[in-house]
C-alpha cells in the first residue's frame, strides 16, 4: 500500500506533458462514496481520496476520448461505530466536449463515462475487530462518471486541469 501511494506522490511531481491531441497528466481529489446495502444497518457516506494519471486524445477541437488509472479509497461509516474502507484501482473511460478553441485561455469542458474498479485491498473495522475487505465485498464495482471541469493555459504546452 505505501509503495502504491508513493508511486502516485512521484507522477503527482511530473508536470503535463500537452500537445494539440494528447494530455497526460496526474489527477487527484476527493470523493465521497456509500453502500446501498448498509442503509439497512445505518450506513453513512465516507469521504476519501483519488490520486492517479490521466490520458485525454482529443478527436477535434471540441470533441475528446479520455482514460485514467486511478488509486481510490472508497467505503462507507456503519451504526455502531463500524467503518468500511475499499481500495480500488479505478480506470474511468470517458468521452469529452471542449467548449472553445484550442488557442484559449480557458476551456470548460463537459465529460461522461464508465467508471469499472478492481478491489485491491482495504479493511473492515467494527470495535476491537478488523477484517479484511476482499473477504466481504466483490472485486469488482462499476460507476458513472458525470461531470465538468476547466482547462486553463499556463504556458505553452502546459494546462492546469480542474
Known amino acids: 500500500m505505501q509503495k502504491i501511494l508513493i508511486g502516485f506522490v512521484c507522477m503527482l511531481c511530473v508536470l503535463q506533458a500537452t500537445s494539440q491531441h494528447i494530455t ?3 489527477t487527484i481529489g476527493l470523493n465521497n462514496s456509500w453502500i446501498s446495502e448498509s442503509k439497512n444497518i445505518g450506513g453513512k457516506s465516507k469521504i476519501g481520496f483519488n490520486a492517479g494519471i490521466s490520458f485525454i486524445y482529443s478527436i477535434k477541437e471540441n470533441y475528446g476520448l479520455g482514460v485514467d488509472a ?7 461509516k456503519f451504526d455502531p461505530d463500524g467503518t468500511r474502507s475499499l481500495n480500488y484501482l479505478r480506470i474511468p473511460i470517458k468521452a469529452y466536449y471542449f467548449f472553445g478553441e484550442w488557442g484559449d485561455k480557458f476551456r470548460p469542458k463537459l465529460f461522461l463515462g464508465l467508471s469499472p474498479a478492481f478491489l485491491i485491498g ?7 475487530q478488523e477484517f479484511k475487505s476482499k473477504d466481504f ?5 462499476l460507476g458513472l462518471n458525470v461531470g ?12 492546469f486541469k480542474i
Open 137 to 141: 465485498n466483490k472485486g469488482f464495482d
Open 70 to 76: 486511478i488509486y481510490s479509497v472508497e467505503g462507507n
Open 148 to 159: 465538468t471541469g476547466l482547462n486553463v493555459r499556463i504556458m505553452e504546452a502546459t494546462w
Open 122 to 128: 482495504g479493511n473492515i473495522k467494527q470495535g476491537n
Open 24 to 26: 497526460i497528466g496526474p
